[in-house]
């Protein structure tokens, strides 16, 4: 246990962006995997809130914010839970599960803001900082997905598609915010037009401006060392 509990202190805290973009990869890989098997249990529930729980790590610094966050998003888990496992009539469940998207994208909103927030105040930007962004990617797919799915909630007319499944809005989300376009999903009311439209924006604003900055930043900050490095082991001139 001492050495598990010195990987922790030492390797998580220092990579933290990196646990965090491996743990969302391996979910994005996990569910349609588990999907495939038809169980029942509500797994994809447990590894999202998992990975809610490496964002808090990696974000939230202050104990007290870090257990009124813990309880937040705990309760946003067991209010999707409880839609999903019938164990209220249907008007009641579809509240429970609208409620449940609704605390994670309030989750989501505040940790994407904490992210941007601490990779701007950065005076030095390394790859852990660079997972960092590309961790703030994958997070705004995921709460597009969720304020999307919302709107369908209250509005099942609001989007254009065949089928429904639970991959359906993370898959249209990520589509919107590449600018992918595949069409086969076509927003129909004002409300999920309108954020389509931001979705996509803020898609394209955030690479441009953003992770183009971070890698900037980060290739000068390897040139200057490089040349550093150089300079050090250049032989000195010997005096006459």
């Not at 209220?88 to 469940?93: G, P, Q, W």
């Not at 601490?118 to 997905?145: E, H, N």
């Not at 999920?192 to 996509?200: E, K, R």
Request: glycine fraction near 6%; proline fraction near 2%; aromatic fraction near 12%.
């Amino acid at each position: 246990m001492q050495w598990l509990k010195k990987y922790y202190s030492e390797n998580v805290i220092r990579n933290k962006y990196n646990h965090l973009l491996i743990g969302m990869i391996v979910l994005f890989l996990a569910v349609p995997l588990y999907l495939q098997t038809g169980l029942k249990f509500p797994l994809i529930g447990f590894l999202f809130f998992l990975i809610v729980q490496l964002a808090l790590r990696a974000a939230v610094t202050d104990k007290k914010k870090l257990k009124y966050y813990t309880i937040l998003t705990l309760t946003g888990l067991v209010c999707t839970l409880v839609s999903k496992n019938g164990l209220v009539n249907l008007k009641i469940s579809a509240s429970f599960y609208i409620i449940g998207r609704a605390i994670y994208s309030s989750f989501l909103i505040i940790v994407i803001r904490i992210f941007l927030r601490k990779l701007f105040a950065a005076r030095v930007i390394t790859s852990d900082r660079i997972k960092g962004s590309i961790c703030v990617y994958f997070l705004l797919g995921v709460l597009g997905a969720f304020l999307f799915e919302i709107i369908y909630c209250f509005d099942g007319a609001a989007f254009q598609l065949e089928l429904v499944t639970q991959m359906t809005f993370i898959y249209y989300s990520f589509s919107v915010l590449t600018t992918l376009g595949l069409g086969d999903i076509t927003p129909l009311n004002n409300m999920a037009i309108s954020l389509t439209c931001l979705h996509a924006v803020a898609g394209q604003i955030y690479l441009v401006i953003i992770i183009a900055r971070l890698i900037g930043v980060y290739i000068s900050q390897e040139h200057k060392q490089i040349k550093k490095e150089v300079l050090d082991i250049k032989p000195q001139k010997k005096d006459n």
